[in-house]
């Protein structure tokens, strides 16, 4: 705990420096604030002295440096790929369902329709299919089809929940320095 204090009070300082609170250090404080809050201030009082100190030398810079909307863009950025691998296990959802569907379709005309109705329904589902499917075992591809389309469902849940952990947008907001200051310099009143 007292390391990532350590590096919040330096990245305090670098935000002054530069003008610009990047992602990084708004994740962290939030980290920080977040951890502070749950579990108490158990650090040494030399460590909240440290950072007591340096938000004193750059609390009217730190105000001014936070910008939402470069945060959010920054966000966006690391978030487009994971949007888009997500759109993209969302279609072979929907279409491993669809084929699944269509499978069902083939079994059913299969059990009530004529030889060439037969043939013509699973050579149609062999080409969606994109597999090999034998005639004398068209219901077992009604299973196997089922189970493409659970698996691209988990793979389509699997990175929707990489894309809800990834998001950060909830970790900004200005005045996270002032909140762990103020907890830190009422647990120690050696900050001043």
């Known amino acids: 705990m007292e390391d990532i204090i350590a590096r919040c009070a330096a990245d305090m300082q670098e935000v002054a420096a530069s003008g610009k609170m990047t992602l990084e250090a708004q994740v962290r404080a939030y980290d920080l604030l977040q951890s502070l809050s749950e579990y108490g201030v158990s650090v040494s009082a030399g460590t909240a002295d440290g950072f007591c100190s340096a938000y004193e030398a750059c609390k009217d810079k730190l105000e001014t440096a ?12 690391l978030l487009a790929p994971m949007r888009h691998a997500v759109n993209e296990a969302r279609f072979e959802a929907a279409a491993a369902a669809s084929l699944h569907e269509f499978a069902k379709e083939v079994w059913q005309t299969w059990q009530t329709a004529g030889i060439f109705a037969r043939r013509r329904a699973l050579r149609d589902l062999r080409e969606r299919a994109g597999f090999r499917l034998e005639s004398h075992r068209i219901g077992n591809y009604v299973a196997k089809t089922y189970d493409l389309a659970n698996e691209a ?33 009422t647990c120690h009143s050696g900050c001043l």
């Open 153 to 185: 469902q988990a793979r389509f849940a699997q990175a929707q929940q990489a894309l809800f952990a990834a998001d950060m947008t909830y970790k900004c907001r200005p005045g996270i320095y002032h909140d762990i200051y103020e907890l830190l310099r």
């Open 66 to 77: 936070y910008d939402a909307d470069s945060l959010k863009v920054e966000i966006e950025a």
